[in-house]
């Protein structure tokens, strides 16, 4: 795994972006050649702007890719479905460069030299995919794992490590525990108890371990882990593999000496100051831009449903401090006068149908721009939850007070990698999420991702 933006991507992900990306250079550096003939094509590519459009055009395939998800592993491995993807992307590719065209004359490769590319970058992206399948799928090439240890977390890891081929592990086998000489789990030291631990370890023929005990005190090898580290055995952390490979913490098989002594949960002050005044910045503008929109739903909401046209609701912000959070109100009147405060559910009766129109398009949530400029919230942060469920909550889950060490957002990591949530199963799940970005929290993590909203937004996923 490699680290970018302070979030984890399995590394031959981000080679097979790069790659596919120098495929496509090549192929329209490629198309220049063969219609205008080397002189002319290194006349142009060189000193007429050729190159910089060429990169404009595989930047425009490669950010195509990424929002028909042929980055993300459940696609990996199905080679029909990344095949109906780049049909996909190849439209949207010829209908985004005839826009852009359009709008930018200068940026034109020219139309014979713009087809021939894109027929050689095509057969070029398919040909590598394939490949790429057939080689990410060969055991050979995948580092062997051993997982030592038992419980939730070991039990996750395996099931995680063995659908994610593009990680590169191999799971080659899982001791729930090491015995002694005397039958008994505990640390070794004695030469008899240590090859005694190498022994069990030898028919795996593990590159890494992985220590995911659930209790380390007196039954963890250390003196044996130690000599498979010096023989080049790569040995790690559990919960570390866990939050690197999932993009999350596993709150409940954490130990409070890890969530205590592992880097990451510090809130400087400047990446605050940083946070809000981008949040200042951004919300200013949305506000402005959002302006010829509102009398259009201030309408759609006036003729579907009567009522008020904004939706009051009290949410839980930084520190616990109680604040009225505003949206355009998507359900009719009184939804939860019988039911008393409920989570949304799918396909929810309550939600009127120019009110479903408006969480699809995340329109509805036009208003709390107003919240983040108040300060109530930021752009990027856990999603701030209502009062009412706070104490249940809080009794049912382990560490959900350390949602609210930090400002609360518009959208946040918790959003762009699960569904929404309607259950205390979902909650908990949201809450590994939360943690990750609490403790990873940066910049860079809050760019990522508020490009990855562009993308949910854009393809009207996870709205109810």
């Known amino acids: 795994m490699i680290r970018v933006l302070n979030a984890y991507f399995p590394t031959r992900t981000l080679l097979l972006g790069v790659s596919e990306a120098f495929l496509i250079i090549f192929g329209f550096v490629a198309s220049t050649i063969a219609r205008l003939g080397m002189n002319e094509a290194t006349l ?55 826009v852009l065209y359009y709008m930018f004359p200068p940026l034109q490769l020219g139309r014979g030299i713009f087809l021939i590319g894109f027929a050689f970058a095509a057969l070029l ?14 055991p050979r090439f995948a580092e062997r794992a051993l997982i030592l240890g038992d419980g939730l977390l070991a039990e996750s890891l395996v099931k995680e490590l063995e659908s994610r081929p593009e990680l590169g592990i191999r799971v080659a086998g899982q001791l729930k525990g090491v015995a002694n000489g005397n039958g008994h789990l505990a640390q070794v030291s004695s030469e008899a108890q240590i090859e005694s631990v190498l ?49 999350k913490v596993p709150v409940e098989s954490l130990r409070l000496s890890w969530l205590l002594f592992s880097s990451g949960f510090r809130l400087s002050r400047l990446l605050l100051l940083f946070q809000r005044l981008i949040s200042l910045i951004a919300s200013t503008i949305g506000l402005l831009l959002c302006l010829p929109l509102i009398p259009f739903i201030v309408l759609g909401i006036r003729l579907t449903s009567p009522g008020p046209i904004l939706f009051r609701q009290e949410r839980v912000g930084l520190g616990g401090k109680i604040f009225e959070c505003y949206k355009f109100r998507t359900m009719r009147v009184g939804a939860e006068v019988e039911t008393g405060p409920t989570w949304a ?25 107003w919240n983040v400029l108040k300060g109530d919230m930021n752009l990027v ?10 104490d249940w909550l809080k009794s049912e889950i382990v560490h959900y007070d350390l949602r609210h060490t930090v400002r609360p957002g518009l959208t946040g990591w918790a959003q ?3 569904r929404y949530g309607s259950s205390l199963e979902d909650t908990k799940e949201k809450l590994c999420y939360d ?12 760019l990522l991702v508020l490009f990855h909203t562009m993308k949910i937004v854009l393809l009207g996923r996870g709205a109810r």
């Open 435 to 446: 943690l990750f970005y609490i403790k990873n929290m940066s910049a860079g993590l809050d």
């Open 381 to 390: 942060g856990p999603r701030p939850e209502r009062p009412e469920f706070m």
């Open 125 to 138: 992206l398919v040909a590598w995919r394939k490949l790429f399948l057939v080689v990410n799928a060969m």
């Open 416 to 418: 762009i990698r699960y």
């Open 199 to 247: 022994e069990s370890f030898s028919p795996f023929k593990p590159s890494r371990i992985i220590v995911a005990l659930s209790e380390r005190r007196g039954q963890m090898p250390v003196a044996a882990l130690l000599q498979m580290k010096s023989h080049g055995v790569k040995i790690y952390d559990g919960a570390e593999v866990y939050e690197a490979v999932t993009g």
């Open 345 to 369: 559910g799918k396909d929810d009766p309550r939600v009127t149908p120019f009110g479903r129109f408006l969480r699809r398009s995340r329109l509805d949530e036009i208003p709390q721009l």
């Open 44 to 98: 142009k590519l060189d000193y007429q702007g050729g190159l910089l459009r060429v990169f404009v055009v595989a930047a425009v395939f490669i950010v195509c890719m990424y929002y028909f998800d042929l980055y993300d592993s459940f696609v990996f491995s199905n080679e029909r479905e990344v095949l109906t993807r780049l049909v996909q992307v190849f439209g949207t590719v010829c209908i985004l460069m005839a």
